[in-house]
């Protein structure tokens, strides 16, 4: 064979292997499926949560902390500041154990039987409102957490409440 046509061969053969291996990664990245995404789930509020509340708009405020255990089971110590009816501040300090359940979608409901307040039972719906990824076993895991109580407060009706993930803790 003549010095030209073998380097016509390895030029052709290096051309052939330069568009295979281009095919390749193209289909590679064709077939890639995206990130896992199970959605929500109880695991998802998994440690401490940093909570802060307000009712009727100025009417009372409240600050805790909740703490979620990632199979469903919640406990939580608010202190509420209210008014005492004769212009002034009153403190109520509740202490409440329950359960949650969240939806794929990141709605949920939290049960909370509220100690030393008679056993009163409480219910907030939920919505995850910022998340990331490395939750338990690598989940989605709750950032911040908003949520309205079904039922009227000790201080007010409407009660509002934010829970943000203290990580670390």
Do not use: C, H
């Not at 989605?140 to 409407?158: C, D, F, H, K, P």
């Amino acid at each position: 064979m003549s010095k030209s046509v073998i380097m016509s061969v390895i030029g052709m053969s290096t051309l052939v292997i330069g568009a295979m291996l281009a095919m390749n990664g193209f289909l590679e990245s064709a077939n890639a499926r995206p990130p896992r995404n199970d959605g929500f789930s109880e695991r998802s509020l998994n440690g401490s949560y940093a909570s802060a509340g307000r009712a009727d708009g100025f009417a009372s405020r409240s600050v805790g902390v909740t703490t979620f255990d990632g199979r469903g089971r919640v406990a939580r110590v608010v202190t509420i500041t209210a008014s005492d009816g004769e212009g002034g501040r009153r403190l109520i300090e509740v202490v409440s154990v329950g359960t949650y359940s969240v939806d794929r979608d990141g709605l949920g409901v939290i049960t909370f039987i509220n100690e030393g307040l008679n056993n009163t039972e409480v219910n907030f719906d939920f919505v995850i409102a910022e998340s990331s990824r490395g939750g338990s076993r690598g989940g989605l895991q709750a950032n911040v957490i908003n949520g309205v109580q079904r039922e009227a407060g000790t201080t007010a009706s409407l009660i509002e409440e934010v829970w943000t993930r203290r990580e670390g803790l």
